[in-house]
């Protein structure tokens, strides 16, 4: 009897842990309409000089706790345009924890209009490691009707200096914003697989409380994406993504305690991530299940894979029936790729 092995369609991405570091808002231009990074970090809008001595407290504290090694990350703001000194006195900060073997790497989320080759250098001979681009799309109208202030041209010309500053390039994608249309989102997809960053992360558009979002919401000038559609659309983006190599480092807002009252409206789920991952396996193996040309009888999972294989709260069981596999013929196993049977 013939049988398969593979592996997840996962690409293979070094782990490391992330402290991250908030800075809301600051930088940036104006509030987008969609942002309120208060409440999606669970951080309150504070001085840089406080951030800045807090975050050396905090990591004296670990280094003398043994804890680490970390990446330090700055997220929440535009870090490319802090005022002058900012993002000099961050690296320096970092790179003084990187010599006592604390920090590994450090990273830094900004606007794709925010940013010039001269100065990523810079920022990369101070210590800067990544550059993770807020693009949130490349389509010109949804990025005009979002109120972003740049094209699809400035995110390519922005993953382009990232990539020429001899910097490690993230992108950032937000499914479901204003303007959206046809098939924007897969567009996306298949254009930032063709930038192959070296990681993305999606986070659907919600609408939160106090934003821009509500008051059109509320007027009926915006519709979110259903929850359903914005599985169904990931499974389709994080599948196309994973294909091309490029690993998906986050899906969804963090479920942070604070967060859930503020969300007035739009595809939240605790489990958003699960669940689409679970479903992108789903499609591997049944694309496994055609390449053997016959009813299954067995499939093994490695043990590493065994709380994702059935989706969240096993919701994905009944798939794996109608493909000839039920629960009896499933069976985790001590192994690192799965074999079908
Ligand atoms: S989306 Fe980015 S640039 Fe816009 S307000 Fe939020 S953090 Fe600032």
Redesign the pocket.
């Known amino acids: 009897m013939n049988s398969l092995v593979f592996s997840h369609p996962e690409p293979q991405r070094p782990r490391s842990r992330i402290w991250p570091v908030f800075i809301?808002?600051a930088g940036?231009?104006?509030?987008?309409v969609?942002?309120a990074?208060h409440i999606q970090t669970g951080c309150a809008q504070t001085g840089l000089d406080t951030v800045l001595k807090k975050v050396e407290a905090d990591l004296e504290r670990a280094l003398e706790l043994g804890r680490g090694p970390y990446e330090l990350a700055f997220f929440?703001?535009?870090f490319t345009a802090l005022p002058e000194e900012y993002p000099s006195r961050f690296l320096a900060l970092s790179d003084k924890f990187r010599k006592l073997g604390l920090i590994i790497k450090t990273r830094c989320s900004t606007?794709p209009d925010r940013v010039t080759i001269p100065m990523l250098k810079e920022l990369g001979a101070q210590g800067l490691d990544m550059v993770e681009l807020?693009a949130q799309s490349l389509d010109n109208k949804a990025l005009k009707e979002s109120g972003r202030g740049y094209s699809g041209d400035d995110v390519h010309t922005a993953c382009d200096a990232v990539r020429a500053a001899g910097l490690e390039l993230g992108v950032q994608l937000m499914p479901g914003l204003p303007g959206d249309h046809d098939d924007v989102f897969q567009k996306d997809v298949r254009a930032v697989c063709n930038i192959k960053p070296d990681n993305t992360r999606l986070y659907p558009c919600l609408v939160l409380r106090g934003t821009e979002l509500e008051k059109w919401w509320r007027e009926d000038r915006y519709e979110p994406w259903t929850l359903a559609r914005t599985i169904r659309e990931l499974t389709l983006g994080v599948a196309a993504l994973w294909k091309a190599g490029i690993p998906v480092i986050r899906m969804g807002v963090a479920p942070e305690e604070d967060l859930a009252p503020e969300i007035v409206a739009g595809p939240w789920h605790p489990a958003l991530g699960q669940s689409v991952r679970a479903r992108v396996l789903l499609k591997h193996v049944q694309e496994q299940v055609r390449q053997l040309g016959r009813a299954p009888e067995r499939l093994g999972v490695p043990f590493r894979h065994s709380g994702e294989i059935f989706g969240h709260a096993r919701e994905l069981l009944g798939d794996y029936a109608r493909l000839g596999l039920d629960r009896e013929s499933i069976r985790m196993v001590d192994k690192k790729r799965f074999t079908l049977s």
Not at 28 to 32: F, I, S, V
Request: glycine share 26%; hydrophobic share 15%; charged share 15%.
């Open positions: 809301p808002f940036c231009p104006g509030r987008c969609f942002c990074q929440g703001g535009t606007r807020g």
